[in-house]
């Protein structure tokens, strides 16, 4: 039985061999991650050709996401110091003279938008403090968590409006390289509003001078100001990720994985793919099997009805970064071969694009009423193949598209398995190339009944029709 639930695997120094990444997009990756927070321009435009080799080679649809970045806050200070519980800070964005006590913030404009009471977490949280009051050219905290404050590590201000969009200078230079490779998908971190989504969107098609074929954007929710704006985030996203480690910091951890499921939930009233990120299979960055919690972790995500689930470290730096996707594969497998993964979504609980989510539910009906093997379905733009995943449907969903950039964003998508023809010109050889190769891969055979679902098609017509077909 194969998965349906899709893998995004990061790729680094463990799995930046050819070897490597075709093992790993046979034990069932789906989508390659280049965090672009690492390695240079050459390095990754490489990796990116190997990936694309890889995927040619090995047959396997495999998307690739580039990563930005984003407004990363670190320490700005070159040496390591000790903060105490209850001491006061002086805090600044350069070094103020003669005061060993001085947290140095490094981005631009965050020291002066600092209000009374907001707190500042450094290591992940491990260190924290609160701000008390201002000074003439920063601000002084108390120490609320005391401990060693070390040169370039992370910082969160999980309170304080930022003064600075999704994209950054580092940000621009890495999305115009990203789109010169032709990468499928965009993931921007810190994401915090929805009008930083359309602003990233109009870059790129500022950048590419087009409206179509484009990448679509992966929002990161990992703020507190991202949860407050979740609506609005999950309507201007293609994709929206779960990104658990920083928004684990910025909120209470103890609610993390009820901010899985509500943003879960909310991405399938809105028809977008979801992903959950971070730590999901953490101890086989080290070990060759998970923990039970990891297991349960991955199965939780995949109960949630998630689209995707994601390796981080695990694939990218670990030393067993193919057994991570096998195990991430198997566990996939198991849980959706439960009952605990039925799902079937109500077409009047989808929020956009109503009549068309009612079209899409009368086609699983009749798939389901007619014993259907599989929904055959032709789309252009990836629309409709979205719109039926939705509906998680126990039958096989394939997908044919004339479409190349079509065809690699639906590798993210529930339960698709994609086709691309270029050779098709009307509805019915789109249908057959379709019939044919599905029957080469014996996923159909003669006296199998198929529901039929055009959306998209060829040349950009529009149209709708749903029937039943049984294979000769």
């Known amino acids: 039985m194969n998965k349906r639930t899709k893998i995004v695997a990061t790729i680094g120094p463990a799995s930046s061999s050819e070897e490597v990444l075709k093992d790993m ?12 927070s690492h390695g240079t321009h050459e390095a990754n435009g490489a990796l990116m050709d190997t990936i694309r080799q ?25 040496k390591e110091f000790e903060i105490t519980e209850g001491e006061t800070v002086i805090v600044s964005d350069s070094p103020v003279s003669g005061n060993e006590k001085n947290l140095v913030i490094d981005a631009d404009h965050i020291v002066g938008a600092f209000k009374v009471g907001e707190r500042i977490l450094i290591e992940d949280g491990t260190k924290e403090l609160k701000i008390v009051g201002k000074t003439e050219n920063g601000a002084k905290a108390e120490v609320v968590v005391g ?25 621009e230079k890495d999305l115009e390289f990203a789109l010169s490779k032709d990468v499928d998908f965009i993931a921007l971190s810190f994401v915090s509003n929805g009008k930083e989504i359309e602003e990233a969107k109009e870059k790129i ?31 201007a996203s293609d994709v929206v990720m779960v990104a658990r480690g920083d928004l684990g910091i910025e909120m209470d951890e103890t609610n993390v994985v009820v901010y899985q499921k509500q943003i879960i939930a909310k991405c399938l009233e809105f028809a977008r793919p979801v992903i959950v990120a971070t730590q999901m299979l953490d101890s086989m960055i080290n070990n060759p099997i998970p923990t039970r919690a990891e297991v349960s972790d991955v199965s939780n995500a995949v109960i949630d009805h998630t689209d995707a689930v994601m390796l981080s470290g695990e694939s990218a730096n670990g030393s067993y970064p193919v057994k991570a996707v096998e195990t991430m594969a198997k566990i996939i497998r198991n849980t959706e071969k439960s009952a605990f993964d039925d799902y079937c979504k109500k077409c009047e609980h989808v929020q956009e694009n109503k009549e068309y989510a009612a079209l899409v539910c009368s086609a699983h009906d009749m798939a389901r009423n ?103």
């Open 25 to 36: 997009m046979l034990a069932g990756m789906n989508v390659a991650r280049i965090n672009f």
């Open 54 to 78: 890889a995927s040619s080679e090995t047959g396997k649809n495999i998307a690739i996401m580039a990563d930005l970045q984003g407004p990363r806050i670190r320490v700005g200070n070159e």
């Open 147 to 171: 401990g060693t404050v070390k040169p370039r590590k992370g910082i969160n201000v999980p309170d304080t409006q930022v003064p600075f969009g999704a994209v950054t200078e580092k940000d």
């Open 205 to 235: 098609r500022k950048i590419l001078g087009r409206e179509t074929d484009i990448p679509e954007i992966v929002s990161k929710v990992e703020r507190k100001e991202a949860i407050k704006n979740i609506d609005e985030i999950v309507k």
């Open 370 to 472: 007619s014993d259907a093997k599989a929904i055959l379905c032709i789309s252009r733009s990836g629309f409709t193949a979205r719109m039926l995943s939705l509906r998680r449907p126990q039958e096989m969903l394939l997908v044919a598209t004339g479409s190349e950039k079509t065809y690699r964003q639906t590798a993210i998508v529930w339960g698709v398995d994609a086709y691309l023809f270029s050779e098709g010109e009307n509805i019915e050889e789109y249908l057959n190339l379709m019939i044919c190769r599905a029957k080469e891969e014996k996923r159909i055979k003669a006296g199998d009944s198929v529901v039929v679902f055009m959306g998209g098609l060829p040349g950009g017509k529009k149209m709708r029709l749903v029937g039943i077909r049984e294979i000769e």
